[in-house]
């Protein structure tokens, strides 16, 4: 038909980069909004791991030969040496999730003829979030606090020998060799404490989260139930000359953690690397200074002189009328500095703001003098 090439012409084509239909279904869809109870999941702050280094690569057996000289001698090379295992700090990572049950390095080659060694087997490298532990048998290895920090977990065994390496002048054509020796395995348990400059300590539903979000961008799920807050979450707290602050939201506490009641000391742990404290008191509730004795039992409870840390008491929910009632009530009873504020309308953030920089500040000059690099982020 004499109007086919006009018709053809006229109907668009099957994929346009110009149509906006088409431009709209091909933009990128945003991720879903992970639900704190699926966030566990991918959350994972222990892991038991076996790791195995490589194995050495066996020696070389040959005899050299070539026109005119037929009894060269031996030529087996060595054998290259295993690769190991090794766990480096990363801070990128944020969980043990994406570590595996087993790891092995890579094999050595065998020796070769004409004297050529094998080549080592490459190292396995395995990242793992700054702050993790390393225990063997129940006693720590390893405390990789440090973002690049190596551990060799496994060492790569030794090549073996080429009957090169046997030639003397009592055997002048030896025909032994050796294998490579396996590779060192471990069982290891690996145990993540989440590494931050300040920790939000609380009872369920005193408002830590919300505080969190309000001072930083961390988004961790808000609800008016109990433990709402299943996993650590860590925010950045940013300042105008460039410094930042880390904080952590610690899952509620409640009496008897430090016998393991709750959440327990599935999360006591994640407290111990945090510098300073900062407790958060829900103001609304009958004698809210009970509530800071309460945390600071479990906490010394769980170990010693870690309720003495550099600490501010926060008096959450100041918007309420019973908060205020209470609010001169908690400060005779509480010698630390007292903040009131309100993490749902933003009342009173910009003094816990500079109190936390004093805090962070002190803490960076005493390392200092100490000698010691403070952990920046």
């Known amino acids: 038909s004499p109007w086919k090439p006009i018709l053809l012409l006229l109907s668009p084509p099957a ?30 702050d222990h892991r038991k791991v076996r790791v195995v280094g490589g194995q050495g690569g066996a020696g070389g057996h040959s005899f050299h030969s070539e026109p005119r000289k037929v009894f060269g001698g031996p030529d087996g090379g060595n054998g290259g040496d295993g690769g190991h295992v090794i766990f480096k700090a990363d801070q990128q990572m944020k969980s043990l999730s994406s570590v595996f049950p087993f790891y092995q390095g890579f094999h050595g080659e065998r020796g070769g003829s004409k004297n050529c060694y094998g080549a080592n087997g490459a190292h396995m490298y395995v990242k793992i979030p700054v702050g993790t532990l390393v225990k063997e048998d129940g006693k720590v290895v390893a405390d990789l606090t440090q ?30 060799f050796t294998p490579g020796e396996p590779g060192q395995e471990r069982v290891l348990h690996l145990e993540l404490k989440t590494t931050a400059h300040a920790g939000l300590v609380g009872f369920p539903n005193a408002g830590k989260s919300s505080l969190l979000r309000a001072i930083s961008r961390a988004k961790p799920a808000v609800a008016a139930y109990p433990f709402t807050t299943l996993n650590p979450h860590v925010g950045i707290v940013h300042y105008q000359d460039f410094e930042q602050v880390a904080v952590a939201d610690i899952p509620g506490l409640i009496k008897g953690a430090h016998q393991n009641r709750g959440l ?87 003094e816990l703001l500079l109190h936390l920089r004093e805090l962070y500040d002190t803490y960076v000059k005493t390392e200092q003098s100490r000698g010691q690099s403070p952990v920046k982020w």
């Open 15 to 44: 994929f346009s980069t110009t149509c906006a239909r088409c431009a709209k279904d091909r933009r990128l869809r945003q991720k879903r909004a992970i639900s704190e109870r699926q966030l566990t999941r991918y959350f994972v």
């Open 147 to 176: 973002h690049g920090e190596e551990y060799i977990a496994a060492y790569g065994g030794a090549g073996g020998k080429g009957n090169r390496f046997f030639l003397s002048n009592e055997n002048r054509a030896p025909t032994l």
């Open 264 to 350: 327990g000391m599935a999360f006591l742990k994640h407290i111990e690397r945090c510098r300073f404290l900062l407790y958060v008191v829900d103001l609304s509730v009958p004698q809210p200074w009970i509530q800071l004795q309460d945390l600071k039992y479990e906490l010394e409870a769980y170990e010693k002189g870690l309720s003495e840390r550099p600490c501010v008491v926060i008096g959450n929910k100041i918007d309420l009328a019973q908060s205020r009632i209470n609010l001169p009530l908690l400060r005779e009873q509480v010698a630390e500095k007292v903040i009131a504020l309100s993490a749902l309308t933003g009342d009173n953030l910009e």
